[in-house]
């Protein structure tokens, strides 16, 4: 992150950006330790970090709590600070952008490695010059998510290969169920708390929570509880 980009000058005082973070991990990844280091990467540019969302959930789904949460808090002027683009989305073209917007409309913007940011250029720029500079914007974006959805269908498609050929050769077993987590998950459903709450506290997609849900309830009607 470059300093000229992150700090804003006015009447000689120095006011730095206010910054939103967002880390995330598939629900199959470790951790989100090895992202943590952008918390300290931004402070280090100067920005005053408000807040840091985590979660572990795909970047496939548009219903992550945490990214939902953020996007509720940004303030105008704010940055939207993430590892790589694919951490923030890796929807499908239309549902990307629609997502961008939404925090644009919101009065921020995104700040991801790798992604050139012209904003600054545009703020001073006129004419014929700042269409181009635009139209460079949006189409350097659109590619970075693009990109970000491919890479995420290149790995669906290799791990269900993966799993054809396991199958073939006898050796799949399915994943094993996390019978801890589901049992948390139905505790807090059958105390009242809703699914998007509870996909937060369990730290799943709510999509997860549904299915576990749907399968306790089914089952203790099928037993007559």
Do not use: F
């Not at 939902?68 to 940055?79: A, K, N, T, V, Y």
């Not at 939404?102 to 992604?115: E, H, K, M």
Request: charged share 30%.
């Amino acid at each position: 992150m470059n300093q000229a980009n992150i700090n804003q000058q006015r009447g000689g005082i120095i006011h730095p950006k206010i910054a939103r973070i967002y880390l995330r991990v598939s629900t199959d990844e470790q951790d989100l330790r090895r992202q943590e280091r952008i918390v300290e990467d931004a402070r280090a540019a100067g920005c005053y970090v408000a807040a840091v969302y985590r979660e572990k959930a795909s970047g496939a789904r548009p219903d992550r709590p945490e990214l939902m949460r953020m996007i509720s808090d940004l303030q105008p002027g704010e940055l939207v600070i993430a590892e790589k683009m694919d951490r923030i989305s890796r929807l499908p073209l239309g549902e990307a952008d629609r997502l961008v917007q939404t925090i644009r409309q919101r009065g921020a913007r995104l700040a991801v490695p790798g992604l050139v940011d012209l904003s600054e250029v545009l703020a001073e720029a006129e004419g014929v010059t700042r269409v181009v500079l635009e139209a460079t914007q949006e189409m350097l974006l659109r590619l970075s998510l693009q990109m970000a959805r491919e890479d995420y269908e290149d790995r669906r498609e290799r791990q269900k290969q993966g799993i054809e050929q396991a199958k073939a050769s006898g050796r799949y077993r399915g994943r094993k169920p996390n019978y801890k987590v589901h049992e948390r998950i139905v505790a807090l459903r059958q105390g009242g708390t809703s699914i998007l709450e509870t996909a937060r506290l369990v730290d799943c997609s709510p999509s997860h929570v549904k299915k576990v849900w749907l399968h306790y309830t089914s089952t203790t009607a099928n037993n007559g509880t």
